[in-house]
């Protein structure tokens, strides 16, 4: 019986931990944040100062929103095919994203599908040459980056061997208040012989 109702709690368990945490993590993966939000106003360009360049940016800065997706499960392909935005599915591309997925958001639309008109065919027109030179661009940032981490690692190296050079004395303990005290006196001692031969 004992085994029965352990065989029966662990059962139950297993089931929950394979029915309610995808569940559970299917909604973490999928929400609105507003880093979601900005990709979708680089992607739409309504505002004019979402240009190219800063997505680019925004896209070295947060590599992983390539893939992203807010609540209703879209995210940067989906916006990207809305609004016929050929730099940004390169840009996407460049970071990892298929702007050709099968993936399908809460209403079961593919990224591709967001697009209308006829117009569409033409998107992606082109978008292997944007690709190379948003990864060309990519590469050279972090080789520059890295050259700069380099330097300040020599420059910090640098420091450390002008510290070497400086002889630094502490005392400790009773042995510092001697140390204190033979100062002192020698002092006073050469304040006393610089007033023998003053007088």
């Not at 140390?179 to 023998?196: I, P, Q, Y």
């Amino acid at each position: 019986m004992k085994c029965f109702t352990l065989w029966s709690v662990a059962a139950s368990t297993a089931s929950w931990w394979s029915t309610s945490v995808p569940m559970l993590l299917a909604k973490a993966e999928y929400q609105d944040t507003p880093l979601t939000t900005e990709l979708w106003m680089l992607c739409s360009k309504n505002d004019p100062t979402k240009t190219d360049e800063a997505l680019e940016g925004f896209l070295y800065s947060n590599p992983d929103l390539a893939m992203a997706r807010s609540a209703d499960r879209r995210g940067g392909l989906w916006w990207a095919w809305e609004f016929k935005n050929t730099f940004a599915l390169a840009a996407l591309k460049a970071y990892g994203a298929d702007p050709e997925t099968a993936e399908e958001d809460d209403e079961g639309s593919t990224p591709r599908q967001m697009c209308d008109g006829d117009e569409c065919d033409r998107v992606l027109d082109g978008i292997d040459t944007i690709v190379k030179q948003v990864t060309d661009r990519k590469a050279a940032r972090e080789l520059r980056e890295q050259n700069e981490l380099d330097d300040e690692d020599d420059d910090d190296d640098g420091d450390e061997d002008d510290d070497d050079d400086s002889t630094t004395v502490r005392f400790h303990g009773s042995g510092a208040k001697k140390a204190s005290a033979k100062r002192e006196n020698l002092d006073v001692a050469a304040d006393e012989d610089d007033e023998d031969e003053e007088l």
